[in-house]
Nanobody, 125 residues
Framework: QVQLVESGGGLVQAGGSLRLSCAAS????????TGWFRQAPGKEREFVAA????????YYADSVKGRFTISRDNAKNTVYLQINSLKPEDTAIYYC??????????????????WGQGTQVTVSS
C-alpha cells in the first residue's frame, strides 16, 4: 500500500507559478509510475503528466507541454509538478496517482490504483 498526500495548490494570478507536491508513505515511489491528473468542475478527470518508475522518462498532455514539469526526489519520496505560465483554464483539482511498475497506459486514470485527496489550483484572470 502507498499513501499519497498532495499539497501546494492555491489561488494565483494568470501567468504565475505553483509547485505541487505529492508526498508518499508506505512504499518507495521510485518503484512506481506516478501521474498527475486534474479535474475541473463538470469535466472528466484528465491526464496532465507522468514520470516512469525507472529511467525517469516523463510524459505530458499537449495542453501543458512547455509549461509543466514533473520530477521526483527519491530521498524525499516525493513527486513534484512545477506549473508555470498558469492560465485560467488550468483551474482544477489536481490529483497525484501511483501504480507499481511500468504503465503502458500512463495517461488513463483507470491504470492507477493509488490516489491522493487532491489539491485545488485556482487561476484568476
Amino acid at each position: 500500500q502507498v499513501q499519497l498526500v498532495e499539497s501546494g495548490g492555491g489561488l494565483v494570478q494568470a501567468g504565475g507559478s505553483l509547485r505541487l507536491s505529492c508526498a508518499a508513505s508506505g512504499r518507495t515511489l521510485s518503484s512506481y509510475t506516478t501521474g498527475w491528473f486534474r479535474q475541473a468542475p463538470g469535466k472528466e478527470r484528465e491526464f496532465v503528466a507522468a514520470i516512469m518508475w525507472v529511467g525517469d522518462s516523463t510524459y505530458y498532455a499537449d495542453s501543458v507541454k512547455g509549461r509543466f514539469t514533473i520530477s521526483r526526489d527519491n530521498a524525499k519520496n516525493t513527486v513534484y509538478l512545477q506549473i508555470n505560465s498558469l492560465k485560467p483554464e488550468d483551474t482544477a483539482i489536481y490529483y497525484c496517482a501511483a501504480e507499481f511498475g511500468y504503465l503502458r497506459t500512463y495517461y488513463s486514470p483507470n491504470t492507477y490504483g493509488y490516489w491522493g485527496q487532491g489539491t485545488q489550483v485556482t487561476v484568476s484572470s
